[in-house]
């Protein structure tokens, strides 16, 4: 099954409920893929909780992300909104609240969400870009589309305290770092650390604490689409 994912053509094998899953991102391309999933590659023994669908959604999504680092490109665990233009992704640690926060953004603000789990980021001539992929998490939300990224932001867990900040240098590939692939050889780190760093000098990141509240979407839609109108105009 031949998808475009990212701008790149994936082979992705369709059994195992995949078909499903890519169905807005099948092509007809007579080009070959750039990147190969390949079915005999699944690790079952990694999964051992999982059923064969879930299993092969997760392992399929780590041949894909795999892939992407040699197309400039990472993934983050986050959950990635369209607003005015530009994509603003919520990432933390599980629980922080990153699909609430983008709800928030959708029901206040009329952002589209267009990944809630895994979407992609990929470093063009023209500058960094977010995609949707298949790759979306469990409630299957996601947009096949392609949109120039604005901010990121890492939700801490701390309703007590309402504030948003940009990130140093180092808290930010810290937190980024720990949001992506991080069980990769030598030479696949080679690429990622690079795209991290590039990241962190040329997107706006921010950290943010509070409650999920529409006083607290304000204030981060605010903060973040201020910061990306005057990096990017």
């Excluded at 079952?44 to 999504?61: F, H, I, K, R, V």
């Amino acid at each position: 099954m031949l998808c475009q994912v990212a701008e790149l053509l994936v082979e992705i094998p369709a059994a195992d409920g995949m078909d499903r899953r890519c169905r807005d991102y099948r092509t007809e391309s007579a080009l070959p893929p750039d990147i190969v999933i390949r079915r005999e590659g699944y690790r079952p023994e990694a999964w051992p909780t999982l059923n064969g669908d879930y299993m092969a959604y997760m392992e399929s999504g780590i041949q894909f992300y795999v892939g992407l680092l040699g197309f400039h490109g990472l993934m983050l665990h986050a959950s990635a909104v369209e607003y005015e233009g530009r994509a603003y992704l919520f990432s933390g640690p599980c629980g922080a609240g990153k699909s609430t926060r983008t709800r928030l953004w959708r029901d206040q603000f009329g952002a589209v969400i267009f990944n809630d789990d895994k979407p992609a980021l990929r470093r063009m001539e023209e500058g960094w870009y977010a995609y949707g992929t298949p790759w979306c998490g469990k409630d299957g939300i996601n947009q096949n589309r392609k949109v120039p990224l604005g901010g990121i932001c890492f939700l801490q867990r701390d309703d007590a305290n309402i504030q948003i900040h940009p990130m140093e240098t180092l808290e930010a590939i810290r937190s980024l770092m720990s949001q992506t692939l991080y069980q990769l050889w030598p030479r696949q780190m080679d690429r990622l650390l690079p795209l991290v760093e590039g990241l962190v000098t040329e997107i706006p990141i921010f950290e943010m604490s509070g409650p999920p509240n529409q006083e607290t979407a304000v204030l981060c839609r605010d903060t973040m689409t201020r910061a990306a109108k005057e990096r990017f105009g």
